[in-house]
């Protein structure tokens, strides 16, 4: 196997973010990062929340101020300031040191933020990691806004050279193996995937048999890969793919299909009867990667 | 035949209580760590083991792709949880109180120097330019800043500013802006030490000037004396906090240029871990600075008492910080 593993295809997208991350049990979790994409979209989610709650924030300010009379509205005012400041400040803060160590916007990306060497997040590494998006958000922000002011020609180029330094600061992420930002170095943090799944059903389970009878030579047929695409097939249920593959099954295998056979009946016996077949071989230690493995 | 699956016995002997850390796992994700009880809570580190070693079994044994992701993701997230916990709030806010803040603040005295010896130099700059030319503080100040407290302003307008009553208002609108954007100024301030620190010795450099360019304007008055007590009463914790956020800049701008025998991902790590015990105490600062300027600036207008509330504070920052202590 190990002289195989030297020849084997270029890793799948997936794996290129796939890091091997060992508990002290010894076991390995086998983290994988959260893509560029994957982070802008959070970041972006999040601004989104920010201003939504900024609005909803200043509409509710304007209400008690105008219902309080424009005269006494000073308070109010200091009341908005000091919210616009604590929530610029404070949202990723409050969030990413809270129990789920995510920010909404990571939330719905399945994404969290955790420690690089397995330890404990701590409450400064978020401070750290956080306090750094002024210079890689905020700044360049500064600097556009000021693009947009700038009058005479001199001041023109001093905002472009803010913009292309912020803007080095901005695209880090994209520069570096582990999608770390700024902040994240700095922390000593990065941002992996944790997403919430739930337990799907055994496909092999719901099923006695149903009469069907496969020989060692049509359970032969496959390796693993094949097996986990029928897999997902069957999970996916729909009905024109799953007659495709039914058919490109029977076709392979030699399999005569009788006038009453379903199609999801038929795949599924054969995914129980391949997936006990492959993994009665694994148990003595062949693992048959795919139909073109010899092993 | 299939009922006889062994991935299948192994995942139907287990289920139950995967189901079970994941619900203890809900409940102490939705923030309600302490509603479980202690039993439960000793539950979990074992039902995390029995799921990571499921793991490495169903790795090694099951075909079935759903359960082997279903196992990744909760034993990822088990270890969060296990690994992760922080110790009970109260325990971790008295020892940053007791140990990690001064420490870290200790720890940079160096770089917190360099920033005050640049804010009194940039002030004394700000200062002899003004004194000299006040042409000089229109460049200095902005407008928005100065808020009328300009050459042209007459002496009384500027005495008014120092007193100002805001209507019986402890807190004025204008006040709360400067502390907002003073506030953003430390933080600025230690971000931009991560670009090889020259942007925050601008930055600092910059504050000082323009304390130096308003005392100067106060100075040609006469009113020296009552500014800095307007300035001090907050401005001793304020200002210090910012040349530590700068310290802490310096520090993490330092590592990256110098990792010496570390790598310089390494470097910035170690240097972000002191740094970030640092920051996080500099935005309590800010806020008793807040507070000491919204609230104790506009009540309190006695000269000497704003110098004495200044001078109690600074003393108390500078003796909490680096008056030696025992080692706990």
């Known amino acids: ?295 | 035949m299939n009922g006889d699956l062994k991935s299948h016995r192994f995942r139907a002997e287990r289920e139950a209580d995967w189901k079970t850390l994941e619900r203890l796992l809900a409940k102490a994700e939705g923030g309600h760590a302490r509603r479980l009880t202690a039993a439960e809570l000793m539950q979990i580190p074992l039902l995390y083991r029995s799921v990571v070693s499921a793991l490495s079994v169903a790795r090694a044994t099951s075909l079935d792709a759903s359960l082997v992701d279903y196992l990744e993701a909760l034993a990822t997230r088990a270890y969060f949880f296990v690994y992760g916990a922080r110790a009970h709030l109260g325990d971790r806010l008295a020892r940053f109180f007791r140990h990690d803040w001064p420490a870290a603040v200790r720890a940079i005295w160096r770089e917190t120097l360099i920033a005050t010896a640049i804010l009194v130099f940039a002030t004394a700059a700000g200062f002899a330019l003004v004194w000299n030319n006040p042409d000089w503080y229109g460049s200095i100040l902005p407008d928005a800043m100065a808020q009328g407290r300009d050459p042209t302003a007459t002496t009384a307008f500027l005495r008014d500013a120092l007193y100002h009553d805001a209507k019986g208002q402890p807190l004025s609108f204008f006040a709360t802006f400067l502390f907002t954007h003073n506030a953003g100024v430390s933080i600025l301030a230690f971000a931009l030490g991560f670009a090889f620190c020259a942007p925050t010795v601008l930055l600092v450099a910059d504050n000082g000037l323009t304390l130096g360019a308003l005392m100067a304007l106060y100075a040609s008055r006469g009113l020296l004396v009552p500014l800095g007590g307007w300035l001090s009463i907050h401005g001793t914790t304020e200002l210090f906090a910012t040349v530590i956020a700068a310290g802490a800049g310096f520090r993490i701008g330092w590592a990256v240029m110098f990792p010496g025998p570390l790598t310089r991902l390494e470097a910035a790590r170690v240097a972000g871990r002191t740094a970030g015990a640092a920051m996080a105490g500099v935005v309590v600062m800010l806020i008793a600075a807040g507070v000491l300027e919204g609230v104790g600036r506009q009540t309190i207008r006695l000269d000497w008492a704003r110098y004495a509330i200044g001078g109690t504070m600074l003393t108390l920052w500078l003796a909490y910080f680096y008056l030696p202590r025992r080692e706990t």
């Open chain 1, 1 to 295: 196997m190990t002289a195989v593993s030297a020849t084997r295809p270029p890793v799948e997208p997936e794996a290129r973010f796939a890091r091997r991350f060992i508990t002290p049990e010894g076991a390995d979790l086998r983290l994988v990062l959260g893509s560029g994409g994957d982070r802008a979209a959070a970041f972006l989610l999040d601004i989104l929340f920010m201003v939504v709650g900024l609005i909803a924030f200043t509409l509710l300010i304007a209400w008690i101020a105008s219902s309080v009379g424009l005269k006494n509205a000073e308070p109010w005012g200091i009341a908005w300031l000091l919210g616009f400041f604590v929530l610029r400040n404070g949202y990723f803060i409050a969030f990413e040191a809270g129990p789920r160590a995510a920010t909404p916007g990571k939330r719905v990306l399945g994404l969290r933020v955790a420690a690089r060497d397995g330890g404990r997040l701590t409450a400064e590494a978020v401070f750290v990691r956080n306090f750094l998006r002024e210079i890689e958000v905020f700044l360049p922000v500064v600097f556009l806004a000021a693009a947009n002011a700038a009058g005479d020609p001199v001041q023109g180029w001093v905002v472009l050279m803010g913009l292309v330094w912020t803007g080095g600061f901005l695209l880090f992420p994209m520069f570096n193996r582990d999608r770390l930002r700024l902040g994240d170095i700095v922390a000593g943090t990065w941002v992996v995937k944790a997403p919430r799944r739930s337990l799907a059903a055994d496909l092999a389970a719901s099923h006695d048999g149903g009469g069907f009878a496969f020989t060692r030579e049509q359970v032969s047929a496959y390796g693993v890969k094949e097996l986990q695409v029928l897999e997902t097939v069957l999970r996916a249920r729909d009905k024109r793919t799953m007659t495709a593959v039914a058919e490109r099954i029977r076709g392979k295998i030699g399999w005569y299909k009788a006038p009453d056979e379903r199609d999801d009946a038929f795949l599924t016996a054969y995914y129980a009867a391949l997936r006990g077949r492959l993994e009665h071989r694994l148990l003595f230690g062949h693992r048959r990667r795919d139909k073109f493995d010899k092993a």
